[in-house]
């Protein structure tokens, strides 16, 4: 069964930063490229990161592109964000997600974890 | 960037009818040279992470009933649930994975009327 779960989150005050790790299971982990993918209490989905399978592909939405840093430990089947310069809009609840052929795009998210919650406030 | 646009925002079915859901993206997601659509839909119920229900526009993921249906190609897209159930209020996104930044649309809350 594949298993996806995140941890770090918590409450930071802004301009701080946070880690963020997502643990897998279930799967071979280096065959798939893996996601973050965030969304703000009572809101849609926003796709934060992606990163290849062997971390040669990588990429970021613009709203965090130069503050986060998406990155993968294959040998320890897990996958981080590393969050800097945090604001108030970066608020949401962080989902982990996989996707197949090991590009960052070209396939669907199959598996999500159940998400960590990141609250940005003074 | 791609634009995933969906409609409705939200929509009110009674339980056995159908439910037809838009999705419409600012820019082909067709490549040409597989002849795939890019686009994929996710339900999302209270409380939970996203579960994938259709890829490759039309495609059910395992396990899926057969109730759910995709159709369309190159911008323009649909989800069906054609005999709805309880069970299906949630939340729907379609999704571009064609080309970073991948996109979601805004989302269309189904319920039961």
């Known amino acids: 069964e594949v298993q996806l779960v995140e941890s770090g989150g918590g409450l930071v005050q802004p301009d701080r930063s946070l880690r963020l790790s997502c643990a897998a299971s279930?799967?071979?982990?280096?065959?798939?490229?893996m996601h973050w993918v965030r969304q703000a209490p009572g809101k849609g989905l926003e796709w934060v990161s992606g990163?290849?399978?062997?971390?040669?592909?990588?990429a970021y939405a613009d709203s965090v592109k130069g503050r986060f840093t998406i990155s993968r430990d294959n040998a320890k089947n897990s996958l981080y964000l590393q969050m800097n310069n945090l604001r108030p809009e970066d608020t949401a609840l962080y989902y982990c997600?996989?996707?197949?052929?090991?590009?960052?795009?070209?396939?669907?998210?199959?598996?999500w974890g159940q998400g960590t919650l990141v609250t940005v406030s003074s | 960037d791609i634009v995933m646009t969906q409609s409705p925002d939200s929509l009110a079915v009674s339980l056995g009818e159908r439910a037809t859901i838009n999705c419409k993206s600012s820019?082909?997601?067709?490549?040409?040279?597989?002849?795939?659509?890019?686009l994929a839909w996710y339900q999302q119920k209270p409380g939970q992470p996203p579960k994938l229900l259709i890829y490759?526009?039309?495609t059910r993921e395992s396990g899926v009933p057969d109730r759910f249906s995709g159709s369309g190609s190159g911008t323009d897209f649909t989800l069906t649930i054609s005999s709805l159930q309880a069970e299906d209020v949630a939340l729907y996104y379609c999704?571009?994975?064609?080309?970073?930044?991948?996109?979601f649309g805004g989302g269309t809350k189904v319920e039961i009327k």
């Open positions: 997600a996989n996707s197949g052929g090991g590009s960052y795009s070209g396939q669907p998210f199959s598996s």
């Open positions: 279930g799967f071979t982990f280096d065959d798939y490229a």
């Open positions: 990163i290849g399978w062997n971390s040669g592909g990588i």
């Open positions: 820019q082909s997601v067709l490549y040409s040279s597989n002849n795939k659509n890019y």
């Open positions: 490759w526009a039309s």
């Open positions: 999704q571009q994975y064609y080309t970073s930044p991948l996109t």
